[in-house]
Every structure is written in C-alpha cells, then in structure tokens.
C-alpha cells in the first residue's frame, strides 16, 4: 500500500515537472545539454568509436613469424603508389614502414612513393640526361622517389602496393537518430578500402598477386563511445577491445602479417623458378645424382 | 562458467594462432590507418592441458553436428546425379573404398556420413551403383613378391586383390568433404579396380555455410536449383501484400482518483493492408481501418499505421512461429454514452446530464503503440501492446498501466488476426 | 519522439552489422568473409532477403555486402593446414591448369599424382582434389601411386630438395614405376612457412617444376 501511494506520489510529481512552463525549461535545458553536449565531442575528438573489420585477405590464415629473418640478404624493391585513397605523406609513411618491416626481415630494402612505371620511366630519363651531359649523378639523390637504400644491385623482389577506397557512406538515418536522441544512437559513417598486392621478379616476371579487403567504421556518440569504454574496461579481453588505439593496432597486425606471408610465398615461388630456369640450363648434376640412388637401391 | 570457458578458449587461441601485434606509431586519420608500426611480439606459447583439448573436442563435435546436414545434403545431390546421369549403364558393384571428413572434425562424422551414402544408394537403386561389401579392398595387405614387399591398401593394390580371390575390374568409390572457408566440398571419384587404377569418372559439388540444408527426402530426391525454386515459390506465394483482419481489445487502466470514472474496454474489428519490404517480411508496414460499435453504449471509427520488425532472424520462417516488434501510431474516433471518460477532466452530474440531452459524447484523439506479435506462418498473428494517449495524459479518468522515461501507458491491447 | 524512435530502432542496426560491436566481438567478425556486391548479384545469392533494383532504379545508388561464414574457426586445425585447406580448390585448379597450359603435349598420357606434405590427412586431401581438378581439364588420371626400392628412399631422402626430385624422378622412369605414357604431377609443399602449394612434373625421368 505505502509502495503505491509512492508511485502515485511520483507520477503526480512528474506530471507537475511536465507542465507547459516545466516542459520549456526542461526543453531548454535539454537543447543546450545536447549542444554543449555535440560541441564538446566534436571540439575534443572523443565520443568516436573506430572499428575495423576484415572484409577478405587481410584475416586469411597467416603461418609465418615476421619477428623471424625471412628473407635474409633478399634484395626488395618496394612501390608504394598514392592513390585516392592515401595521400603522398600517408603513402610515404607507409612505405617506410614496410620497408622497415622486411628489413627486421632481413631483406635488403629500397623503397619508392611512386608506382612502378614512373619510377622506370623517371630512371630512363635521368639516364639520358646523364648520358647527355656526361656527367656523374651522386648517390642518393631523390630524383625518383627514392627514399632509401643506395644498392646500385638488380633487386631480387619487387613488392608493389596500391590502396584504393572501394565505398564509403554516411548513413543519414543514423544521423538524425544521433541528434534526436543527444548523441545515445551512434551516428555511423563507414569506409571500405582494398590494397592491391602485386609481387613480381627482377625480371618482371609476375610472382603473386592478392587484394587485401577491409571495412573502417566510425561511431560517434557519447553513447557508443561511453558503452564501448565501460565494456573494454569491465568484460572484454584485451584482444577484443574496440576503444582507444584497438584498430591502428588490429589494421597493422593483419596488414603486416598478410603482406610478410604474401611476400614469402612470392619468394617460395621466386627460388622455384630460379630452380627451374637452372635445371633448364643443365642437367648433368642429377644424373651423377640419380646414378648414386640407383647403387643405393642395387645395396641389399 | 562462461567466463572460464573463455578464457580456456583464449588459452587455446594463443597456442595456435601465429599472430603479430603491431604498435602504432602515429595514429592517423580514419580514412586510412594502414601505416603503422612494426614491432610485433610473437605469441607466447602456452601449454595445452587437458581441459582445453576436452573444450577443442566439445567445438569440433559441435561444429561436425552443424556441417553434417550440409554433407548430407551433398551425398544426395551427388547421388541424384547418378539418377539423372548414370555412371554405369547396369548395375555395377561397388565398393566404398573411402569417406574422408573435413581436417579436424573426428571420425564420428565419417561413420554418419557412410551410413547415409550407403542409405541413400540403396533407397535409389536406378542409380546402378551397387555397393559392395569387400573387407580385402580397405584393409591393408602385405605382398611379398620377387620385385619387394609392397604395404598398401587393397584398392591401391588390385594384383594383390586378384590373389585374395576378388574379382578384378570391380570399382571403388572415394568421397571426401572438406570444409574450405565458407564452404563445404564434396568431391567423389570412381576408380576401376585394375592394375593401372584409371579414375572413371570424378565430381566436385560445393554449398555454402549459409545456405540451410535443403533436407530431401531419401526417396524423392530433388536438385539444389529444384529446392530453390520451392522456396521461392513458397516466399512469393502471397507476395509482398496481405490483408490482414485483425480483432482487437483496449483496455484502460483504472483511475488513480475515486472521482474518476474509467472507460469500458472497446472491441475493434480492423482491416486494411500490410506490406512487406521484401519477400523475407524482415520490415512490413501496415495501414488498418477500424471500426467499433457495442449497443447503447458506444461506437467508434480509428485508422491506424504500423511498423514492424521480425527479431526471431532475418527471414520469415515457413516452417515455425515468428515474432515481430511494432510500433505505430493511430487515431480513434469514439462517440456514445460510454465514451464520456475520453475526457481530460473529472465527469460532473452536469455533464452526464447534458450528454443524455444533447447528442453525446464524442471524442478524437490520437495514439501511439509498441508491441510484439507472434506470426504464424504468416497466416494467424496474436499480439500485444502498450498504446499511450498524450492528450489524456493528465486524465483523472484513467490511470496508467506502465510510465517509463515520461511516457504513460495507459491502454493495454491484445489482438488476434488472420491474414489473407 | 525521435529519442524513442532511435531507441527502438537501435538494436535492428547493430544487429545487422558484420564489423565488431556490442553484438558481436571481433573473433566472431573475423569468421566472416565478406563482400560488396551489387544488388542484382546480391538477390541471386540470398533471393527474399536482398530486392533487386527496381527497373527505373532505386533514386539512390546500393550495394549490399554479404558475408559468409567461416566452416572452422581458425584455431581448429594448424595455420598451414587452415591456409592450404581454405583455399584447397582454388590450389589444384592452379595445378591442373598449370599442367595442362605448359605441357600440352602431355594430353594423351596418364596423369598420376603424388603430394608431398607434412601432414598425411591433408596430403590426401590435395591429391584427391588434383586429380579432381585433372579429371575436369579432360585429362586421363590414374589413382595409381608410383613406388620406389626402400634403397632409392634411402638415398633420396638424404639429399636436398632441389636435386632430390629429379633424382626421384630418373629413378621412378628407371625402375619402371612411370611408364613411358605416364606423367607424374608431384605436389609439393617446399617450407613450412608458406601458404602455397607447388607443382612439379615427371616426365620420362626429367623433372622440371610447373607452378
């Protein structure tokens, strides 16, 4: 009894709270909650939650260690070309972070911010003119994109590397439902990207090729964001947290993983083609081989 | 208890996975996190105990249970293949030679797996594929002979078959599933049982882990594009619109106050239609005319739009109940005797009075609902709401059955409908 | 209204979503392969779910990203194993076709094949789909396996890999094993390290590698 008298006590509360005059001030209040509420997420940078989502390639199934030297005293070339999708300086960034990659790798590394056909036409015409002028260009000189690495030698590998922006979208649903509700519904925006991977020989010669597929989607709202931090913090793994630094971390691992397990493969089928092409030249080894097995098999 | 199965799993995990992590250098704008850090720490390795290999078992029989239909549904399309497009032209015997399961799923499967071959070859004997049963051909024999000593299965030995006794030019059949990404494969090859083992003839068939298993009967075996046909048909059966007959029942809590008089429940009979957003009824949308009328007391005119969202998948189901959340909106007209509580003040002697005089009562007001709604079949729905009217909010003549976040209920409903 | 609206409308949306979330945590997004596709393609695939365009267009640009989900998840069976498996179809395509492409006048001879590769069960596996994969490219295949004295095993596995597989495969035509109108197509697994698969060929005891 004395619990009901409460609840009608609270409801004829609520409905005086509620009255035209009430319901202005609590309007206001609300509007400029939600306001400061906006600016301040948005002024600050908070209230957004990054998540990143494998599409395909970038989760495939990776056995190599890239803590391991790989590629040890394998000469690599590597193109990073600017795309819609990365600006030069992204791209530079990139670059030299791959390269240093495959250097942990123990490759030896020489990267450019160009695709590979400027590189190769840039490289022709620097020659020309040197031919021309009869002069001896310096070393080191960034004429091409260079941006490290000196090693005049035919390179073993060539990694080239290509980002595109596949789709991207607002959903302008989500964003009204954002405003109506001060920010407690996410406002969703979304980016799919793909990286074209292509390996290829000194020579050329195309050795593998992939395109890694991935999804970048971004919620705002102090919603989303307060949600996410209390579950990161109370429940979930570190490996399954979606706050903070989670998605440069979760994007790099796959990335780098994939493009170690690519490379290696690339230069598996690279070490079977020079195989290949020296068997061709001359076969004489495996016959004094072969005669070796066949006494073997003659022993009782 | 769920909490400590996942951290046996993330154990395991960290046992078999080859990860890296990286650590980002510079955090960079969304459009583009791809450059980043390189150190990565390789996983630490772990020791696998007995309670996580007993966990690794419990998941593999739990997946095996999940791919067995589909493996199923490919020995049936391997087989109505056979009906269709005989292998042999008679009856030939053969021998199951051998039946591989997908890598890491056990052995349980392959049993079930053989079983049901071997169940639906002898249910379609049109097939002319006769299994054998030869002990010789899938056991491994020893052959010492003037060339060496050769260890091998029978099937891969036919000489020695011969020498056991078996007639030679029989042929075996080899099936195996396995499970690449996404998709389950089935591949199968007849082999004839002579010196040089010639592969007469091989299949490959593939299905996908979201495409639900077909479940034909052994008898009336049906092709995969057959099957989708009938469930297209089936989804498009009624098409997109309906038109629902629905009888509702609102009633309304009782006062708070003791002056306060609270309307009777009204009974609605409605129509109109429903539109799905598509064939699967994930989203519909309905627009309802409504009318009332109980003798000397009250009648009544409403239309009513409603939205609803099917929670129990993505699809309607042909085969069980579905439920669907609601919420809409609706304005109701109601005149008579009865319908003097519609009012947002407490009744007076006067009024009723006046009412009794004059033309009474009538009132128009608007409503909103959320509900629930059990769909079976799409045919008969039985639902549920909370229905708020904001211009009798402050009413002493009604109470309210639920307030939550400053919203009154103060009108329960249930319905029953029956669509066409 | 709108607060209530977005409330109500809020757990349909996430539910939905195939990336990481409340509803559902990154191990189970990584278990999806997804793709973005068009409408049309979309609606072949998962018909009742996914509506076409309409014929005049939809007065906004769609597309539809469907996922599928992994069989295993990937903890189930050894990385190199889940890598060759995952993509077990696509590898002895390859092969096949790289059989067929680079030797054509091999086509009137016997295929064998024989896979080198750590573990047994996915060996067979790997010779079960090549031959397959044979079959289909119109090639005559035999289920036959060519064997060696135990003292050319002996010898040959004490060799490296490089000149082992030609050792082999002289020895192979030597003895016998491979009849003149045979071929043998050896699958082989080089590094443990790598994901892929190679293909070499036998052909009157000269080895050469395929893929």
């Known amino acids: ?300 | 208890m769920h909490a400590t199965m996942s951290a046996v799993w993330n154990r395991v995990r960290a046992v078999a996975r080859v990860a890296t992590r990286a650590v980002p250098a510079v955090p960079l704008a969304l459009a583009l996190a791809l450059a980043f850090a390189l150190a990565a720490q390789p996983a630490q390795a772990a020791t696998v105990e007995e309670a996580q290999l007993a966990e690794l078992e419990r998941v593999r029989a739990e997946i095996g249970s999940q791919v067995q239909l589909s493996a199923y549904d490919l020995v049936d399309e391997l087989v109505l293949g056979w009906l269709q497009d005989p292998v042999f032209q008679a009856p030939t015997p053969v021998v199951l030679a051998g039946v591989s399961v997908p890598v890491g799923l056990g052995t349980g499967m392959q049993a079930l797996l053989e079983n049901h071959i071997a169940a639906v070859l002898t249910q379609n004997p049109t097939t002319n594929v006769q299994l054998v049963h030869c002990p010789e051909c899938t056991a491994v024999v020893v052959h010492s002979g003037p060339e060496g000593t050769v260890v091998s299965r029978g099937v891969d030995n036919p000489a020695v078959l011969s020498r056991l006794g078996q007639d030679t030019g029989r042929h075996a059949l080899f099936i195996d599933v396995e499970a690449e990404g996404a998709w389950l494969v089935l591949r199968a090859r007849i082999t004839q049982l002579t010196p040089e083992l010639p592969i007469v003839w091989s299949h490959t068939l593939a299905t996908s882990a979201s495409t639900p298993a077909l479940l034909r009967q052994p008898t009336a075996l049906k092709s995969a594009a057959e099957a989708r046909e009938e469930y297209l048909d089936a989804l498009h059966d009624r098409g997109p619109l309906t038109i629902p007959v629905r009888f509702v029942i609102r009633t309304y809590d009782r006062p708070y106050t003791e002056v306060g008089i609270a309307p009777p429940p009204f009974l609605w009979l409605q129509t109109g239609v429903e539109l799905g957003s598509t064939d699967a009824r994930t989203w519909t949308s309905s627009l309802m005319m409504g009318y009332s009328f109980i003798p000397q007391a009250y009648q009544g005119v409403m239309g009513q739009v409603r939205v609803s969202r099917l929670i129990t998948g993505k699809v309607r189901s042909l085969t069980r109940p579905d439920l669907y959340g609601f919420f809409g909106g609706a304005a109701i007209s109601v005149w008579g005797p009865a319908t003097a509580s519609f009012r947002d003040e407490v009744l007076t002697a006067d009024e009723l009075i006046a009412d009794l005089e004059g033309d009474g009562p009538r009132t128009t007001f608007g409503t909103f609902q959320v509900g629930l709604e059990l769909r079976v079949g799409n045919r008969i729905g039985l639902s549920g709401f909370l229905e708020t009217i904001p211009d009798l909010t402050y009413s002493p003549n009604m109470g309210e059955y639920l307030f939550i976040a400053g919203v009154s209920f103060q009108t329960i409903g249930t319905e029953v409908t029956f669509c066409f | 209204m709108i607060f209530w609206l977005s409330l109500l409308i809020l757990p349909y949306k996430g539910a939905q979503d195939p990336a990481p979330g409340l509803l559902r945590s990154k191990r189970a997004s990584r278990r999806l392969e997804c793709a973005r596709v068009s409408p049309e393609t979309g609606s072949q695939s998962y018909p009742g779910q996914i509506e076409m365009a309409r014929p005049r267009g939809d007065y906004v640009e769609r597309s539809v990203m469907i996922c599928r989900e992994r069989l295993l998840r990937p903890d189930l069976r050894a990385p190199q194993d889940e890598a060759i498996l995952s993509d077990l179809d696509a590898h002895a395509v390859a092969m096949a076709s790289a059989a067929e492409a680079l030797r054509p006048d091999l086509g009137e001879r016997t295929w064998l094949v024989e896979t080198h590769y750590p573990s047994a069960q996915v060996s067979a596996k790997v010779a079960f789909a090549t031959k397959n994969a044979l079959v289909r490219q119109g090639l005559k295949v035999s289920d036959r396996t060519p064997v060696l004295a135990v003292g050319d095993v002996e010898v040959i596995t004490r060799m490296d890999p490089e000149s082992a597989y030609p050792v082999a495969c002289r020895r192979y035509a030597e003895t016998g094993a491979l009849g003149p109108d045979q071929a043998l197509l050896a699958v082989v697994s080089l590094d443990p390290r790598e994901t892929i698969l190679h293909a070499g060929l036998c052909d009157r005891g000269t080895w050469s590698w395929l893929h």
């Open chain 1, 1 to 300: 009894m004395a619990g009901a008298c409460a609840q009608r006590a609270a409801v004829w509360d609520r409905r005086w709270r509620s009255s035209a005059t009430g319901g202005v001030v609590r309007c206001m209040t609300r509007l400029s909650a939600s306001v400061g509420l906006l600016v301040g997420l948005v002024g600050g940078g908070s209230g957004c939650v990054h998540v990143y989502q494998p599409m395909s390639g970038l989760h495939d199934p990776v056995v190599i260690d890239p803590q391991q030297p790989n590629f040890q005293d394998v000469r690599l070339t590597v193109y990073c070309a600017p795309g819609d999708h990365l600006n030069p300086e992204e791209t530079r960034m990139l670059c030299r972070r791959v390269g240093t990659l495959f250097e942990n790798q123990g490759a030896v590394v020489l990267t450019y911010t160009r695709n590979r056909l400027q590189v190769e036409q840039a490289r022709e015409e620097e020659e020309a003119a040197l031919a021309a002028s009869e002069s001896e260009s310096e070393a080191g000189v960034d004429a091409t994109g260079v941006s490290r690495g000196t090693d005049e030698a035919p390179t073993d590998l060539v990694l080239e590397l290509r980002s595109r922006q596949t789709h991207a979208a607002s959903d302008p649903v989500s964003w009204v439902l954002c405003a109506g509700s001060f920010t407690l519904v996410p406002g969703v925006t979304e980016s799919s990207f793909a990286t074209d991977v292509v390996i290829r020989d000194g020579t050329g010669f195309l050795l593998a090729r992939d395109t890694l597929e991935g999804r970048l989607v971004r919620y705002f709202g102090v919603g989303s964001w307060a949600t996410n931090r209390i579950v990161d913090l109370l429940w979930r793994e570190d490996e399954d947290e979606l706050t903070g630094d989670a998605v440069n971390q979760d994007l790099s691992a796959d990335l780098y993983s994939q493009l170690s397990q690519l490379l290696f493969n690339a230069k598996m089928q690279w070490q079977v083609r020079q195989e290949g092409l020296r068997a061709a030249g001359g076969s004489g080894a495996a016959e004094s081989a072969s005669d070796a097995a066949a006494t073997g098999a003659a022993t009782p």
